[in-house]
Nanobody, 114 residues
Framework: QVQFAESGGGLVQPGGSLRLSCLASGFAFDTTAMGWYRQAPGKQREFVGGITGGGTTNYVHAVEGRFTISRDNAKNTMYLQMKSLTPEDTAVYYC????????WGQGTQVTVSS
């Protein structure tokens, strides 16, 4: 059974940093492209960035230069390092296999506010 468990969210002031983690199970993690997604209040879920099994990353323009995705295949874990956070980054953050119809995890709430 494919599962995703996101963690590491919280309340942070504008300009602050957070690191999210995603523990995945139920599939061959090390060869699978993974993505981070987010859903802000009242908006649709959107793609934030992704990483291939080999470690190549890509990001949407809104987060490029501020967010960094990495993975530890030995731990079946993907990370999202976020810096220079703004209130517009407030959302529930999810991880998922890119291009699949797996069920989504619970996500982790990130709130950027002073």
């Amino acid at each position: 059974q494919v599962q995703f468990a996101e963690s590491g969210g919280g309340l942070v002031q504008p300009g602050g940093s957070l690191r999210l983690s995603c523990l995945a199970s139920g599939f061959a993690f090390d060869t699978t492209a993974m993505g981070w997604y987010r859903q802000a209040p009242g908006k649709q879920r959107e793609f934030v960035g992704g990483i291939t099994g080999g470690g190549t990353t890509n990001y949407v323009h809104a987060v490029e230069g501020r967010f960094t995705i990495s993975r530890d295949n030995a731990k079946n874990t993907m990370y999202l390092q976020m810096k220079s956070l703004t209130p517009e980054d407030t959302a529930v953050y999810y991880c998922h296999r890119v291009g699949t119809f797996d069920s989504w995890g619970q996500g982790t709430q990130v709130t950027v506010s002073s």
